[in-house]
């Protein structure tokens, strides 16, 4: 099949089987796994034009609910993250499409830029792996201690019984705060909401929405468990991908010569693919260690993120 926009022709069966595959695995760390279905587009179908970009986001907006509706189902969505999440990163979307367009259009410059993405979201990662996060008390992990208080609770009620719920117990323009499976977090508003808006300027001239930056962040530098960032980071990437993917098409008329608008057809076959992997990776999500999670992650990404950066010196 051809698609005129990205200029390629492909079985239209290998790109939804290509993002369930990735968005199996990464829906489960919060990321949509955008940001290595680009790079697929781009070495491996050879779609090289800001409209991939666009297209890439059109890939969230249809991926994306089924895994949301696994996190709220079970309780572990954190909706004030979510908001302040979206506030933030909305604004620096639109900025960040103009850069694609105005200053990334050359291939080589933009897989430069997307290996630096990549190497600083899968350092996080490594460093996240390696650091021990405290909670109130000793010395596991919060990741290992909720392993633990899981362990202690299907024990304890059986598997049937369903998991606690994600309760917020503040939320305020200084600071959120929610309690899960016992345990307290608080987390500073203004932080979130500036990192938020680095994280759409990045996140909108790459075309992932920021969910792949802003959630190992939660993780790593917050210290917040994988288990109740990932719903809110993930619809963050919907919303703010909805707000790119109208932007990109409503400026393509003032760029004839360039592709800017995304390709639906292709953006829509990735993206049922993705709604599959997503819901399994989502339902999954609570029965993988959150080691293996990262590890998973952050070899993907790193293999990519080095890829494009020797490829750069070399090309």
Not at 236 to 244: D, P, R
Request: with cysteine.
């Amino acid at each position: 099949m051809y698609f005129p926009i990205a200029d390629i022709e492909i079985n239209p069966f290998i790109p939804p089987a290509v993002a369930f595959v990735i968005s199996f695995f990464t829906s489960m760390g919060g990321v949509s796994g955008a940001f290595l279905l680009l790079p697929f587009q781009v070495s491996i179908l050879g779609f090289h034009s800001p409209a991939v970009s666009a297209t890439n986001q059109l890939f969230n907006i249809v991926a994306i609910p089924s895994g949301v509706y696994r996190y709220i189902k079970e309780g572990r969505m954190v909706w004030p993250l979510m908001w302040v999440v979206i506030i933030g990163t909305l604004p620096g979307v639109f900025v960040g499409a103009i850069i694609r367009i105005q200053y990334l259009p050359d291939p080589r410059n933009f897989k430069m830029f997307v290996g630096l993405i990549l190497l600083y979201i899968g350092s996080r990662l490594l460093k996240d792996i390696g650091t021990k996060k405290r909670m109130n008390t000793g010395n596991l992990s919060v990741e290992e201690q909720f392993q633990q208080l899981m362990k202690k609770f299907k024990s304890k009620h059986g598997k049937n019984k369903p998991s606690p719920k994600v309760i917020v117990t503040e939320f305020s323009l200084a600071r959120i705060s929610y309690d899960f499976y016992g345990q307290n977090f608080k987390i500073n508003t203004f932080g979130i909401m500036a990192l938020s808006a680095l994280v759409g300027i990045i996140g909108g001239a790459y075309g992932i929405g920021g969910g792949a930056i802003i959630a190992p962040f939660f993780i790593s530098y917050f210290g917040l468990p994988v288990y109740t960032v990932a719903g809110a980071a993930l619809m963050g990437t919907f919303v703010t991908s909805i707000a790119g993917v109208t932007f990109y098409q409503l400026i393509a008329p003032y760029y004839p010569d360039t592709a800017i608008s995304p390709d639906w057809l292709l953006g829509i076959l990735f993206g049922l693919g993705g709604f599959g992997g997503m819901y399994c990776g989502a339902r999954v999500q609570k029965f993988v260690p959150a080691k293996t999670i990262k590890w998973i992650l952050a070899g993907c990404i790193l293999f990519t993120s080095s890829k494009y950066i020797i490829s750069y010196f070399l090309e």
